[in-house]
Structure formats: C-alpha cells, structure tokens
C-alpha cells in the first residue's frame, strides 16, 4: 500500500474501508514496515517484523485482543504490543487516527523514556529475566547512543556480584574477559563480547538466591597488617562472613593495590585453590575495577569471598601427593624463597636455553629445581609468571586432540590460572 505524509507527523497508510474489509493490511510509513489490523471495532498498527527473530506479524493470527506470531507463537497485546512472553520481548506499536476515511499512523512517535534510559532499564530486564535477546538488543540500542562500554559493563557486574549468593562465577569472568579484550576486538565484534559477557553472568544467576551484605567494621583505627593478618584467618577456616567485614574495612580503608595484595595472599595461602579459579576469578574481579572504577570495589570484590573460603586446596589432593609428592616440594621451595630473594636481589635474570622446555618437563623435582635457581639468579615474579605462561600456554597448542574433555580442562585451568598469575605480577 502507498503511504502519503500528511501535515503533520501522521502518514496516511490506508484506506479505512479496504482495512476493516481485509481485516488486516501491511504497510510502510518512513522507513517503518507496519502491520495493520482492524480488530474489536479498532484500528492498529504495529512494527510487522516480530521482535523475536522478524516474522512478518501481518501473517500472525489476531483474536480476542491478543496478535500472535505463527513462527514461535510469541503473544503480544495488541493495543499496547507488550508481549505474553518475555523471551520474544515487546513489538513497537504506533498511534493510529481515522481522518475522512483514511487510516493514518505516527510512525516515530515520542519514546515513553529517553534511548539510554530505555536501554539501560531493558539491560536490567534481560540480566534479571535471562533473556539473551533483550540482553543484546539492549547493548546494541547502548551502543548507537554512544554510551560507553563501561556503563553496561559496570551494571553487569553490580547484577553477577549482587544476585548469585554463591559469589563470583564463570559469567563474570569472562565478563571481565570480555573488557579486557575489547580494545584488541574490531568495532563491530566488541557488542558481540560484551553480549556474551552479559548473557553469561545473567545465566549464572538464573534462579539463585542473592547475596546479603555484611558491614565493614565500625572502627578504623586497624592496621592494614593487622586486617590483612584477620582476612587470611578468617579464609584459613573458611569463616565467610569474618572474612567480609575484614575486606570490606579493607576497602574502606586501605590503597587499591593494598586491597588487591590481601586477595591475593589469600587465595595464594593453599595450592592451586579449586583448580586455579580462586586465584583466577580474583584476578578478574581485580581487572575489572580496573575497567569501571575502584570506587566500585565495595560492591563487586566481596562476591569473590565465597571462591576463597569455600576453596579445594589441592595439597589434600592424593593426585598432588602420589607418586610424587608435589605439595611437599612446593611448600619447601616456600620456605627456601626469603635466601634465594635475597641470593638475586642485585642480579639481572636472562631466561636460560630451553627453560620453557624444562618447566613442561614431566619431572616435578627438575620443574622446582629449575625456578628456584631463576629466583636465585635474580628472576622477578612477573619474569618467571611470563615463562610459566608460557609454557601452560604451548601445553595446550600441542594438546592431544584424542584427549577427553576432562583432560583439556586440566591444560585449559593451568593457562588461565599461570596467565591470571603473570597479569596479576605485571
Ligand atoms: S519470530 Fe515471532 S515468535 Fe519468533
């Protein structure tokens, strides 16, 4: 059907008669495709590409108030387009007039709210609801109002550190993976990273109770050695809630990077806690506060308490113990680390020939034996986190592919724990 503008902003967009005739009609008005319906003594008119996936809603089925998308049978209310099924989320409706028998359509009336506004309510809606397309469609809508990464990075985490009792999760790990990438991503992939940070942080809270705070201490009058000194207590014995007064005084209180080093020696106090994620979901939560503001550490670092107290330690692990005993030697090596500190405190290390090679060795005695001997001759933590980056690295290109998914996940938790470690030294 041909479309006039009239003097207004309303478009003539059909001849009355033919549409209560027909019952239902498509038509165009801008660049709006419309579907119009005649229904219940009414005229209507709605965006025809359905809001889930863009069927044609012309060729929906219209009864008792209701329009109803034949492709996956989303309902939508027709007067208003608000939708039964929150999954397909709402069609845009427009205002419709009858002037001397002619049917005429606003087709860019005024929004109920301003774009970021609106976009930034339906990002909350998709995060609460889990709904994948809300979620993209609000960062896409974020996007081409120009409003920064960090603003729907930023709710993002505020939602997976608030509403998932469990604390920090896979969802905002890659999150924060995903903002650590975007300046290397091309413009048009960086909606695409953040759409998957998001949607993944809104299914680890699906259906999970949220988090209730605990208060910082009342005091400021305590040492950050002393708070640091009470925070790895309280992880020692896995007491959750000792554990977050003393970080959040600590927040309160102390230096970003003073923050950062409790966490740390915390999640550094046992081996490979939960099969490297401790240390890793800490790192990433650290980086990113790098990205929204440290001033937002009070709401975000708390969620990873639970990933500390409730942790594996891998020395109870018999697979660390037998055949070789690898705790042990670590824990030796620990206590070697004040000397051979202080042996190469004035040296320069060069990495020696082949030492990637020695640390991917299958002998654990030579792996130690080899970084003690870097520590000794000077190597800095970030040097020697680089080189056994590295090596986790190569382990898992020349991963066998006939290995079981089991197995990769043990190559894949060493890189991101070795590479959590060197960005954590850096
Ligand atoms: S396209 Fe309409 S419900 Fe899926």
Redesign the pocket.
């Known amino acids: 059907m041909a479309t006039e503008q009239s003097d207004s902003d309303l478009v003539k967009v059909a001849d009355a008669d033919e549409l209560r005739e027909e019952g239902r009609l498509i038509s165009r008005a801008g660049n709006r495709a419309l579907a119009l319906f005649y229904h219940e003594g009414e005229f209507r008119a709605v965006d025809n590409r359905?809001p889930?996936?863009?069927?044609p809603l012309a060729e929906g089925t219209v009864d008792e108030g209701i329009l109803t998308?034949h492709?996956?049978?989303?309902r939508f209310e027709l007067s208003c387009g608000d939708t039964f099924d929150p999954w397909?989320d709402d069609v845009q409706t427009f205002p419709v007039e009858v002037r001397d028998g002619d049917v005429y359509v606003d087709p860019y009336p005024e929004p109920d709210l301003p774009p970021v506004e609106h976009w930034s309510d339906r990002l909350e809606t998709g995060l609460e609801e889990s709904l994948q397309l809300v979620v993209a469609k609000s960062v896409l809508g974020l996007a081409d109002e120009d409003v920064p990464y960090t603003d729907p990075l930023r709710a993002g985490l505020a939602f997976g550190a608030t509403y998932r009792a469990d604390g920090w999760s896979s969802g905002l790990t890659i999150l924060s993976a995903m903002a650590n990438l975007l300046d290397a991503l091309r413009p048009e992939d960086r909606n695409r990273a953040l759409y998957v940070g998001l949607s993944r942080v809104a299914q680890d809270c699906q259906g999970e109770p949220p988090r209730f705070d605990q208060p910082s201490f009342s005091t400021r009058d305590v040492s950050a050695e002393r708070l640091e000194e009470w925070f790895r207590e309280s992880v020692e014995v896995r007491d959750e809630d000792g554990a977050e007064r003393c970080l959040r005084t600590a927040v309160e209180t102390l230096e970003p990077e003073r923050v950062a080093d409790l966490l740390y020696s915390a999640a550094t106090d046992h081996l490979y806690m939960d099969a490297g994620h401790t240390f890793d979901f800490v790192n990433k939560a650290c980086e990113s506060l790098d990205h929204v503001g440290w001033e937002r550490a009070d709401e975000i670092l708390p969620s990873v308490i639970p990933r500390l107290t409730r942790a594996t330690r891998s020395e109870e692990l018999s697979s660390w113990r037998q055949p070789d005993d690898v705790a042990e030697l670590v824990f030796d090596a620990y206590d070697e680390l004040p000397d051979l500190l202080e042996d190469g405190a004035d040296e320069t290390w060069d990495d020696p020939n082949g030492f990637v090679e020695t640390l991917l060795s299958d002998d654990p005695e030579e792996v130690v034996t080899a970084m003690k001997a870097a520590v000794q001759n000077g190597a800095t933590a970030a040097e020697l986190a680089g080189e056994v980056a590295h090596a986790a690295g190569r382990r898992v290109a020349q991963f066998g592919t006939s290995n079981e998914f089991s197995d990769w996940n043990t190559v894949h938790h060493t890189y991101s724990y070795a590479n959590a470690v060197h960005k954590a030294a850096l």
Do not use: E, I, Q
Not at 52 to 55: A, E, P
Not at 71 to 74: L, T
């Open positions: 359905c889930h996936m863009g069927f998308c492709w996956h049978h989303a397909a």
